[in-house]
Protein backbone atom coordinates (compact mmCIF):
# COMPACT_ATOMS: atom_id res chain seq x y z
CA UNK A 1 0.00 0.00 0.00
CA UNK A 2 3.02 2.57 0.65
CA UNK A 3 4.42 1.83 -2.45
CA UNK A 4 1.15 2.55 -4.23
CA UNK A 5 0.31 5.68 -2.38
CA UNK A 6 4.02 7.05 -2.73
CA UNK A 7 3.50 8.17 -6.31
CA UNK A 8 -0.15 9.43 -5.60
CA UNK A 9 1.20 11.88 -2.84
CA UNK A 10 0.79 15.80 -3.33
CA UNK A 11 3.87 18.11 -2.97
CA UNK A 12 3.34 19.53 0.78
CA UNK A 13 2.47 23.16 0.42
CA UNK A 14 3.76 24.97 3.46
CA UNK A 15 0.09 24.53 5.51
CA UNK A 16 -0.01 20.87 5.13
CA UNK A 17 0.82 20.28 8.65
CA UNK A 18 0.79 16.19 7.98
CA UNK A 19 0.24 14.07 4.78
CA UNK A 20 1.08 10.47 4.64
CA UNK A 21 4.99 10.36 4.45
CA UNK A 22 5.34 8.57 8.26
CA UNK A 23 1.75 6.49 8.19
CA UNK A 24 0.31 8.81 10.61
CA UNK A 25 -3.42 8.60 11.52
CA UNK A 26 -4.74 11.26 9.86
CA UNK A 27 -3.46 14.21 7.63
CA UNK A 28 -3.31 17.79 9.28
CA UNK A 29 -4.07 21.04 7.22
CA UNK A 30 -3.47 24.57 8.95
CA UNK A 31 -6.43 26.88 8.42
CA UNK A 32 -4.36 29.75 10.57
CA UNK A 33 -2.45 30.01 13.83
CA UNK A 34 -4.46 28.52 16.28
CA UNK A 35 -6.58 26.02 14.18
CA UNK A 36 -6.06 23.35 11.60
CA UNK A 37 -7.99 20.50 10.70
CA UNK A 38 -7.37 17.04 10.93
CA UNK A 39 -9.10 14.00 8.57
CA UNK A 40 -8.82 10.15 8.34
CA UNK A 41 -11.07 7.85 7.39
CA UNK A 42 -11.76 4.16 7.48
CA UNK A 43 -13.91 1.74 6.51
CA UNK A 44 -14.16 -2.06 6.21
CA UNK A 45 -16.67 -5.12 6.29
CA UNK A 46 -18.45 -6.84 9.07
CA UNK A 47 -16.41 -7.88 12.13
CA UNK A 48 -19.15 -8.93 14.32
CA UNK A 49 -22.42 -10.79 13.59
CA UNK A 50 -24.75 -7.93 14.89
CA UNK A 51 -25.40 -5.28 12.35
CA UNK A 52 -25.82 -2.49 14.62
CA UNK A 53 -22.47 -3.41 16.85
CA UNK A 54 -20.40 -3.28 13.96
CA UNK A 55 -21.93 0.02 12.96
CA UNK A 56 -20.90 1.33 16.61
CA UNK A 57 -17.42 -0.45 15.63
CA UNK A 58 -16.67 1.01 12.59
CA UNK A 59 -17.54 4.46 13.53
CA UNK A 60 -14.89 4.07 17.40
CA UNK A 61 -12.21 2.71 14.97
CA UNK A 62 -12.58 5.69 12.19
CA UNK A 63 -12.39 8.25 15.17
CA UNK A 64 -10.06 6.75 16.65
CA UNK A 65 -7.46 8.15 14.30
CA UNK A 66 -8.83 11.87 15.05
CA UNK A 67 -8.07 10.90 19.02
CA UNK A 68 -4.85 9.11 18.22
CA UNK A 69 -3.69 12.92 16.55
CA UNK A 70 -4.84 14.63 19.89
CA UNK A 71 -7.36 16.39 17.87
CA UNK A 72 -11.32 16.62 18.44
CA UNK A 73 -13.78 15.43 16.16
CA UNK A 74 -15.84 17.98 14.43
CA UNK A 75 -18.20 16.05 12.16
CA UNK A 76 -18.20 12.71 9.74
CA UNK A 77 -19.79 11.51 6.44
CA UNK A 78 -20.74 7.74 6.25
CA UNK A 79 -18.89 5.69 3.64
CA UNK A 80 -21.13 2.44 3.12
CA UNK A 81 -21.07 -0.63 0.58
CA UNK A 82 -24.19 -2.95 0.58
CA UNK A 83 -25.34 -5.62 -1.48
CA UNK A 84 -29.06 -4.13 -1.32
CA UNK A 85 -30.47 -7.09 -3.87
CA UNK A 86 -28.58 -9.65 -1.84
CA UNK A 87 -29.71 -8.24 1.87
CA UNK A 88 -32.34 -6.79 3.63
CA UNK A 89 -32.04 -2.72 4.00
CA UNK A 90 -33.04 -3.24 7.46
CA UNK A 91 -29.44 -4.61 8.03
CA UNK A 92 -27.99 -1.62 6.58
CA UNK A 93 -30.65 1.32 8.66
CA UNK A 94 -28.71 -0.98 11.77
CA UNK A 95 -25.18 -0.76 10.68
CA UNK A 96 -26.44 2.75 10.63
CA UNK A 97 -27.43 3.45 13.70
CA UNK A 98 -24.85 1.78 15.27
CA UNK A 99 -22.32 4.48 13.44
CA UNK A 100 -25.06 7.16 14.55
CA UNK A 101 -25.33 6.13 18.26
CA UNK A 102 -21.67 5.82 18.26
CA UNK A 103 -20.56 9.42 16.99
CA UNK A 104 -23.43 11.17 18.94
CA UNK A 105 -21.44 9.57 21.67
CA UNK A 106 -18.71 11.18 20.78
CA UNK A 107 -20.66 14.66 20.61
CA UNK A 108 -20.43 14.78 16.69
CA UNK A 109 -23.06 14.28 14.14
CA UNK A 110 -22.89 12.18 11.02
CA UNK A 111 -23.54 14.94 8.19
CA UNK A 112 -24.25 12.99 5.27
CA UNK A 113 -22.12 9.90 3.27
CA UNK A 114 -22.32 8.15 0.08
CA UNK A 115 -23.42 4.73 -1.26
CA UNK A 116 -22.79 2.38 -3.40
CA UNK A 117 -23.98 -1.34 -4.28
CA UNK A 118 -21.68 -3.68 -3.97
CA UNK A 119 -20.93 -7.80 -3.42
CA UNK A 120 -19.76 -7.14 0.39
CA UNK A 121 -21.45 -4.96 3.16
CA UNK A 122 -18.24 -2.44 4.17
CA UNK A 123 -18.95 0.61 5.94
CA UNK A 124 -17.01 3.57 7.73
CA UNK A 125 -16.43 7.41 8.35
CA UNK A 126 -14.37 10.17 6.81
CA UNK A 127 -13.70 12.19 10.30
CA UNK A 128 -13.10 15.82 10.08
CA UNK A 129 -11.74 17.26 13.41
CA UNK A 130 -9.84 20.15 14.43
CA UNK A 131 -6.29 20.52 16.55
CA UNK A 132 -4.25 23.88 17.44
CA UNK A 133 -1.12 23.29 15.01
CA UNK A 134 1.31 23.59 17.76
CA UNK A 135 -0.70 20.51 19.64
CA UNK A 136 -0.35 17.96 17.20
CA UNK A 137 0.39 14.58 18.60
CA UNK A 138 2.30 12.52 15.82
CA UNK A 139 2.71 8.82 15.78
CA UNK A 140 6.68 10.07 16.02
CA UNK A 141 9.24 11.92 17.70
CA UNK A 142 10.20 9.54 20.85
CA UNK A 143 13.17 10.00 23.55
CA UNK A 144 15.08 7.19 24.74
CA UNK A 145 13.88 6.99 28.20
CA UNK A 146 10.10 7.80 26.96
CA UNK A 147 8.05 4.48 28.11
CA UNK A 148 5.14 3.25 26.32
CA UNK A 149 1.09 3.15 27.99
CA UNK A 150 -1.72 1.07 25.69
CA UNK A 151 -4.90 1.99 26.82
CA UNK A 152 -6.58 -1.43 25.25
CA UNK A 153 -5.92 -4.68 25.28
CA UNK A 154 -4.57 -6.81 22.32
CA UNK A 155 -6.53 -9.99 20.66
CA UNK A 156 -9.66 -8.42 18.47
CA UNK A 157 -7.97 -9.80 15.54
CA UNK A 158 -7.97 -13.24 16.67
CA UNK A 159 -11.04 -13.11 18.04
CA UNK A 160 -13.21 -11.70 14.99
CA UNK A 161 -11.60 -14.50 13.20
CA UNK A 162 -12.78 -16.59 15.67
CA UNK A 163 -16.45 -15.60 15.67
CA UNK A 164 -16.64 -15.89 11.92
CA UNK A 165 -15.60 -19.56 12.02
CA UNK A 166 -18.10 -19.73 15.06
CA UNK A 167 -15.07 -20.83 17.58
CA UNK A 168 -15.30 -17.87 19.74
CA UNK A 169 -16.75 -18.37 23.10
CA UNK A 170 -19.50 -16.00 23.94
CA UNK A 171 -18.07 -13.97 26.98
CA UNK A 172 -15.05 -13.81 24.97
CA UNK A 173 -16.64 -11.99 21.92
CA UNK A 174 -18.72 -10.07 24.66
CA UNK A 175 -15.56 -8.55 25.75
CA UNK A 176 -13.73 -7.75 22.64
CA UNK A 177 -17.19 -6.38 21.56
CA UNK A 178 -16.68 -3.85 24.51
CA UNK A 179 -12.97 -3.15 23.44
CA UNK A 180 -13.58 -2.57 20.19
CA UNK A 181 -16.67 -0.24 20.50
CA UNK A 182 -15.21 2.29 23.11
CA UNK A 183 -14.21 5.61 22.14
CA UNK A 184 -10.70 6.50 22.24
CA UNK A 185 -11.71 9.99 23.46
CA UNK A 186 -10.84 9.76 26.89
CA UNK A 187 -7.29 8.13 26.52
CA UNK A 188 -6.72 11.16 24.51
CA UNK A 189 -8.18 13.92 26.51
CA UNK A 190 -6.42 12.25 29.24
CA UNK A 191 -3.29 12.07 27.12
CA UNK A 192 -3.27 15.75 26.03
CA UNK A 193 -2.99 16.42 29.93
CA UNK A 194 0.41 14.89 29.98
CA UNK A 195 3.32 15.58 27.71
CA UNK A 196 2.90 13.41 25.57
CA UNK A 197 5.71 12.89 23.01
CA UNK A 198 4.07 10.52 20.42
CA UNK A 199 0.75 8.28 20.34
CA UNK A 200 -1.27 6.23 17.97
CA UNK A 201 -3.71 3.97 17.85
CA UNK A 202 -3.25 0.05 17.53
CA UNK A 203 -4.99 -0.90 14.31
CA UNK A 204 -3.93 -3.23 11.12
CA UNK A 205 0.12 -3.63 11.80
CA UNK A 206 -0.56 -4.59 15.32
CA UNK A 207 1.48 -3.32 18.21
CA UNK A 208 4.75 -4.48 16.59
CA UNK A 209 4.07 -2.72 13.39
CA UNK A 210 2.62 0.57 15.12
CA UNK A 211 5.04 0.83 17.29
CA UNK A 212 7.91 0.12 13.84
CA UNK A 213 6.58 2.62 12.45
CA UNK A 214 6.88 5.19 15.85
CA UNK A 215 10.62 4.18 15.97
CA UNK A 216 12.14 3.49 12.35
CA UNK A 217 14.83 5.50 11.62
CA UNK A 218 15.09 7.41 14.76
CA UNK A 219 18.31 5.80 15.99
CA UNK A 220 16.28 4.21 18.98
CA UNK A 221 15.19 0.95 20.07
CA UNK A 222 12.00 -0.30 21.86
CA UNK A 223 11.83 -2.99 25.05
CA UNK A 224 8.32 -4.19 25.70
CA UNK A 225 7.27 -6.58 28.66
CA UNK A 226 5.16 -9.03 27.20
CA UNK A 227 3.99 -9.37 30.88
CA UNK A 228 2.71 -6.42 31.18
CA UNK A 229 0.50 -6.48 28.11
CA UNK A 230 -2.76 -6.38 28.54
CA UNK A 231 -4.47 -9.44 26.64
CA UNK A 232 -8.17 -10.22 26.40
CA UNK A 233 -8.76 -12.79 28.38
CA UNK A 234 -9.29 -16.66 25.72
CA UNK A 235 -6.76 -15.22 23.10
CA UNK A 236 -4.42 -17.39 24.24
CA UNK A 237 -6.77 -20.68 23.78
CA UNK A 238 -8.08 -19.14 20.59
CA UNK A 239 -4.47 -18.77 18.72
CA UNK A 240 -3.95 -22.86 20.00
CA UNK A 241 -6.72 -23.75 18.54
CA UNK A 242 -5.44 -21.79 15.11
CA UNK A 243 -7.51 -19.03 15.27
CA UNK A 244 -5.13 -16.52 13.53
CA UNK A 245 -5.99 -13.49 10.96
CA UNK A 246 -3.81 -13.62 7.95
CA UNK A 247 -3.28 -10.32 8.05
CA UNK A 248 -2.06 -11.02 12.20
CA UNK A 249 0.44 -13.83 10.27
CA UNK A 250 1.58 -11.30 7.49
CA UNK A 251 2.61 -8.62 10.49
CA UNK A 252 4.90 -11.45 12.41
CA UNK A 253 6.38 -12.28 9.02
CA UNK A 254 7.22 -8.46 8.30
CA UNK A 255 7.85 -7.06 11.67
CA UNK A 256 8.97 -9.98 13.17
CA UNK A 257 12.59 -9.22 11.19
CA UNK A 258 12.84 -6.49 13.03
CA UNK A 259 11.72 -8.13 16.64
CA UNK A 260 14.07 -9.85 19.34
CA UNK A 261 11.56 -12.08 21.18
CA UNK A 262 14.04 -13.86 23.44
CA UNK A 263 12.22 -16.93 23.98
CA UNK A 264 8.63 -15.67 23.38
CA UNK A 265 6.46 -18.66 23.02
CA UNK A 266 4.51 -18.84 19.56
CA UNK A 267 0.94 -17.97 20.59
CA UNK A 268 2.72 -14.54 22.46
CA UNK A 269 4.38 -13.48 18.70
CA UNK A 270 0.99 -13.89 17.19
CA UNK A 271 -0.56 -11.30 19.64
CA UNK A 272 1.79 -8.54 19.91
CA UNK A 273 1.18 -8.73 15.72
CA UNK A 274 -2.34 -9.37 15.81
CA UNK A 275 -4.19 -6.84 13.59
CA UNK A 276 -6.26 -5.13 15.90
CA UNK A 277 -10.01 -3.27 15.09
CA UNK A 278 -10.54 -0.19 16.72
CA UNK A 279 -7.51 -0.86 19.13
CA UNK A 280 -6.31 1.26 21.85
CA UNK A 281 -3.71 4.17 21.88
CA UNK A 282 -0.20 3.72 22.27
CA UNK A 283 1.14 6.61 24.19
CA UNK A 284 5.12 7.56 24.45
CA UNK A 285 5.25 10.30 27.44
CA UNK A 286 8.38 11.02 29.71
CA UNK A 287 9.10 8.31 32.51
CA UNK A 288 8.59 10.54 35.15
CA UNK A 289 4.82 11.28 34.03
CA UNK A 290 3.61 7.95 33.38
CA UNK A 291 2.29 7.27 36.99
CA UNK A 292 0.52 10.44 37.04
CA UNK A 293 -1.57 9.34 33.60
CA UNK A 294 -1.87 6.08 34.44
CA UNK A 295 -3.63 7.47 37.70
CA UNK A 296 -5.39 9.84 35.17
CA UNK A 297 -6.82 7.11 32.86
CA UNK A 298 -7.61 5.19 35.82
CA UNK A 299 -9.89 7.37 37.69
CA UNK A 300 -11.49 7.58 34.43
CA UNK A 301 -11.40 3.87 34.39
CA UNK A 302 -8.90 3.21 32.00
CA UNK A 303 -6.88 0.33 32.96
CA UNK A 304 -3.47 1.13 31.43
CA UNK A 305 0.35 0.63 32.47
CA UNK A 306 3.58 0.76 30.82
CA UNK A 307 4.41 -2.43 28.77
CA UNK A 308 7.67 -1.03 27.72
CA UNK A 309 10.40 1.65 27.21
CA UNK A 310 12.33 3.30 24.51
CA UNK A 311 16.00 2.51 24.51
CA UNK A 312 18.92 3.55 22.50
CA UNK A 313 19.59 2.31 19.55
CA UNK A 314 19.95 -2.03 20.06
CA UNK A 315 20.66 -4.58 17.57
CA UNK A 316 17.17 -5.24 16.89
CA UNK A 317 14.82 -2.75 16.76
CA UNK A 318 11.78 -3.96 19.39
CA UNK A 319 13.21 -6.51 21.98
CA UNK A 320 11.33 -8.13 24.54
CA UNK A 321 12.66 -8.34 27.62
CA UNK A 322 11.53 -7.83 31.96
CO1 LIG B 1 -4.59 4.92 13.04
CO1 LIG C 1 -7.03 4.36 10.26
Redesign the pocket.
Given at each position: MAKITAGIRAESGPDVLVDSSFFD?GCVYRLDDAKAIVQTVDFFPPVVNDSYTFGAIAAANAL??IY?MGAKPLFALNIVSFPSSRIPMEVLSEILRGGKEKTEEAGIQILGGHTIDDIEPKYGLVVTGTVHPDRIVRNRGVSSGDVLILTKPLGTGIITTALKFNQCPSEVEKKAVQVMSSLNRTACEQMLTVDVTAA??V?GYGLVGHLFEMINNSKLSCRLYFEKLPVIEGVKELVEKGQVPGGTRRNLEYFGKFCDFNGLKEWQKIVVADAQTSGGLLIALPDCQADVLINKMKTEGLESSVIGIITEQRDSLIEFGR
Open positions: DSDATDT
